[in-house]
């Protein structure tokens, strides 16, 4: 019979995240062993507690032969801890996963430098201009991205690695022959295309619970990676669950600070605050790090000259702040007349002085 059938069998049995994973194997390192122990009725590892036994015990590993032709019918490759490509990285972890399912190259799951890229699903346009250049910078220094293939950053991340033409690798909190959300599917052919691997301790016939499925695969995302930035959390975030792992692991943490008035960069700012976090304005604070070199160093750009500004457009600049104001408000600050005070908006505008926001609001710079 095929091992790695055994191996499915106890990773079934086990469940994603099982937390002495490591232990057990240590114990016993062949599944097959395992198995022909439990069928002779000889005592196991105390690390298998009773329900495990009985799930153990349930199981038959000759019934998930149908799953295995299933994956390679789908193009999926098992992964299992005795497989010379399974992420050596992951091997240290107590919960290491006991089966992964792949779908691209696995050959960008070893033997490369690793950053893990999260945060939140609805970023502000502040949140999806940094990660994306942060993104950008590292993958083009060589770095590869590790991330969950989720809306919002995730996928920002995952877009400037594919944009880079630098592997990156999407752990799923889904079976591998689904992709959630749908949307992202695009993305996720260019992944496999562009040599990235999408992995997922969840099979194509997977039937069992989804709570908690995703919290479990940030643990993978926390432990491929040598270090995880935060781009965008609210403080209530289940980035800050990738977060948890990753100092679990004593990964080192990075976040991108942000401002003191936006909800989704609390999250953020509290780590930093925590000094859970060092902080992370540039690509070049974690490559330093990570004793990596930028792609293609270059000097800062000469900065066009500044433009003059009338009057009126001085004062409405003064009046304004990193809190969006209306006209009204700007109107009532400056004593100007409304049609002045629209006039100087639009000229901050075209000056790059100013940055209008939705409801017609404006804030100072951009």
């Known amino acids: 019979m095929d091992t790695a059938l055994y191996w499915m069998w106890l990773a079934d049995a086990l469940g994603s995240g099982f937390r002495h994973a490591r232990d057990l194997l240590r114990r016993c390192p062949d599944p097959r062993a395992l198995y022909e122990r439990l069928q002779a009725g000889e005592p196991l590892p105390d690390v298998l507690h009773a329900s495990a036994l009985d799930r153990l015990k349930a199981g038959d590993p000759a019934l998930l032969a149908p799953r295995l032709a299933a994956c390679s019918r789908l193009g999926v490759q098992v992964l299992t801890p005795q497989d010379i490509d399974y992420p050596d990285r992951l091997r240290t972890l107590p919960d290491m996963p006991l089966a992964l399912y792949v779908t691209g190259s696995v050959a960008c799951l070893n033997g490369g430098r690793y950053v893990g890229m999260v945060g939140t699903r609805r970023p502000t346009a502040y949140g999806q201009q940094a990660c994306r250049d942060l993104s950008l910078a590292l993958a083009k220094a060589g770095a590869v991205l590790v991330s969950g293939l989720a809306d919002g950053l995730d996928a920002q991340a995952h877009r400037a690695a594919v944009e880079a033409g630098t592997p990156t690798v999407a752990f799923l909190g889904t079976a591998i022959h689904k992709t959630f959300p749908a949307a992202n599917a695009p993305l996720r052919r260019d992944i496999e295309a562009g040599g990235g691997a999408v992995l997922s301790e969840y099979p194509p016939d997977y039937r ?36 948890n792992h990753a100092r ?119």
């Open 248 to 366: 679990r692991y004593g990964r080192l943490v990075y976040s991108v600070p942000g401002s003191i008035y936006s909800p989704t960069s609390q999250g953020t700012n509290d780590l930093l605050c925590q000094g859970k976090a060092r902080p992370l304005c540039e690509a070049g604070d974690l490559l330093r790090a990570l004793d990596m070199q930028p792609a293609d160093p270059t000097p800062p750009a000469e900065q066009p000259p500044a433009v003059p500004l009338s009057p009126e457009a001085a004062a409405v600049l003064a009046a304004l702040g990193p809190v969006p104001a209306t006209p009204d408000a700007v109107a009532a600050a400056t004593g100007l007349p409304m049609p002045r005070v629209l006039a100087a908006l639009m000229e901050l505008e075209f000056a790059g002085a100013a940055t209008a926001h939705p409801g017609h609001a404006y804030t100072a710079g951009r």
């Open 208 to 243: 069992g619970k989804t709570t908690g499925t995703f919290l479990a695969r940030n643990r993978l995302i926390a432990g491929l990676s040598e270090a995880v930035c935060v781009t965008e959390a609210r403080r209530r975030s289940g980035t800050l669950n990738t977060v």
